[in-house]
């Protein structure tokens, strides 16, 4: 999938060591908890199996309070930068979203997730526009997947993302605080996709 600066691209193999150059770097792609550390000693002791748990549906996630819940299903996407051929690699964003018994997705999420999508650019990307192409380029595959709205939260002082969901068109619908995370406000967006 493309939006013109960027394209999102499921992990793989030829990423891998610009992806692994960022963890080194200290760099984590999930915002609420670093997983640097886990991330690198998973892919050094077995790379292919790494990516694959990222591409593949099932299994555990542990959240920043150390427990585990079952991971939703998802996809995990690298965003690669059209205007820079030889560091690519910016950024992550994923998409989560729950289904139903049948397997059909419906709209609702558990409360420990707070949103459906989420992204992370490399702090020495920042500011190109990555992530607002990003999100604007997994839209259409939340449509595709049957999704009527994903919802997305940022931190209320996070400007630049509130920026980037107010861009691709986020309704605000509610500030409000998760107490699981932390006191702090957060803002609340739905996307409509129909
Ligand atoms: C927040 C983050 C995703 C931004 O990525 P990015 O690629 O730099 O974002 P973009 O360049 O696409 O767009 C940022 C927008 O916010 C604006 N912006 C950035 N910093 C800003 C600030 N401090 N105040 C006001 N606006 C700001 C930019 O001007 C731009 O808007 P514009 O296109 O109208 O000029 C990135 O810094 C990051 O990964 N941060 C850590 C993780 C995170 O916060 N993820 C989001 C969780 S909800």
């Known amino acids: 999938m493309s939006d013109g600066i960027v394209s999102l691209h499921a992990p793989g193999r030829d990423v891998l060591p610009a992806y692994v150059g960022a963890l080194e770097a200290g760099w984590s792609p999930n915002t609420m908890r670093d997983v640097a550390p886990e991330q690198l000693a998973a892919i050094a002791a077995d790379p292919e199996g790494f990516l694959a748990g990222l591409n593949g549906r099932g299994g555990k996630i542990r959240l920043h309070d150390g427990s585990e819940v079952d991971r939703l299903p998802g996809i995990i996407r690298w965003i690669i930068a059209a205007d820079r051929p030889e560091r690519p690699f910016v950024g992550s964003i994923n998409l989560r979203w729950q289904e139903d018994e049948a397997g059909n997705p419906v709209p609702g999420l558990p409360s420990h997730v707070l949103g459906h999508v989420g992204y992370t650019i490399l702090p020495n990307h920042a500011g190109n526009g990555y992530a607002s192409a990003a ?9 595709t997947i049957g999704l009527p709205f994903v919802k997305i939260t940022c931190d209320a002082d996070n400007t630049a993302s509130r920026r980037i969901i107010e861009k691709n068109g986020g309704r605000f619908i509610e500030s409000f605080v998760a107490p699981f995370y932390g006191p702090e406000e957060r803002l609340m967006y739905w996307i409509d996709l129909q």
């Open 135 to 143: 999100l604007a380029a997994v839209l259409p595959e939340a449509r």
